[in-house]
């Protein structure tokens, strides 16, 4: 298994700024992958972090809104730049083990509220 | 395009009591089901994965059932108690983590 934190837990931000959310894990995982959970709304898959190098972007999010660092094997982070209400939503790191055979695990997610 | 769909949305029953939730899904190709728990505030935990030659499996007083000719699932939950209630998300991978369609989610209430 894994255990994953992330930080900070929620926030309440202002409209165009910026949020780094970071994402911890107490092994090393062969991936990570962010999600975005919208009120109301299942979750829905934002990017790969791959390690070393680009974040791989599901179709209709892109680097320059939600730049994302893997440094290593265990540690993401996730940023949501010049933000707009429409951000507003539960922002969960996710893992995949190293040898695990379909084992996906989730982070407690961050709950952002954008005014 | 792939669909996962859920029922009911929203369900509150009596601790003690039985229930099943709903997984009906077009997903193709098919390569896992999994069902989640999520608490409020907490991120999914895992609580079953099926593969297409699986058609039950448990985890305590949770069983799921597979039926993939008819490409539906359901969640029985044994003797409710009241940490129990929370959402829980009906999941399906087509091969590989980015290739995964995630329900909605029906949200239980277990009531005293």
């Known amino acids: 298994s894994a255990v994953i934190s992330q930080k900070p837990s929620r926030d309440i931000c202002q409209r165009g700024t910026s949020l780094t959310i970071q994402c911890q894990v107490d092994?090393?995982?062969?991936?990570m992958f962010w999600y975005r959970q919208q009120p109301g709304q299942s979750l829905t898959l934002i990017a790969t972090?791959?390690?070393?190098?680009?974040?791989?972007?599901e179709s209709g999010f892109v680097i320059d809104k939600f730049p994302i660092s893997r440094p290593n094997l265990t540690f993401s982070t996730l940023t949501v730049s010049n933000m707009s209400p429409e951000d507003s939503s539960i922002y969960l790191c996710?893992?995949?083990?190293?040898?695990?055979?379909?084992?996906?695990?989730f982070g407690p997610g961050t709950r952002l509220t954008v005014l | 395009k792939n669909q996962v769909e859920q029922s009911p949305q929203s369900l509150i029953i009596l601790e003690g009591k039985n229930c099943t939730l709903q997984?009906?899904?077009?997903?193709?190709?098919?390569?896992?089901l999994r069902w989640y728990k999520q608490d409020t505030g907490r991120g999914p935990v895992s609580l079953t994965i099926?593969?297409?030659?699986?058609n039950t499996k448990s985890n305590g007083r949770y069983t799921a059932t597979l039926d993939a000719d008819t490409k539906q699932s359901s969640l029985h939950i044994t003797a409710s108690q009241l940490s129990d209630s929370a959402s829980y998300i009906c999941?399906?991978?087509?091969?590989?983590?980015?290739?995964?369609?995630f329900g909605i989610g029906t949200k239980l209430q277990v009531i005293p």
């Open positions: 972090a791959n390690q070393g190098s680009e974040a791989t972007y």
């Open positions: 999941v399906v991978s087509s091969g590989g983590y980015q290739k995964v369609t």
């Open positions: 997984c009906n899904y077009t997903v193709s190709p098919f390569s896992n």
């Open positions: 099926m593969t297409f030659s699986e």
């Open positions: 996710s893992v995949v083990p190293a040898g695990s055979a379909d084992e996906q695990f």
């Open positions: 092994s090393q995982v062969t991936m």
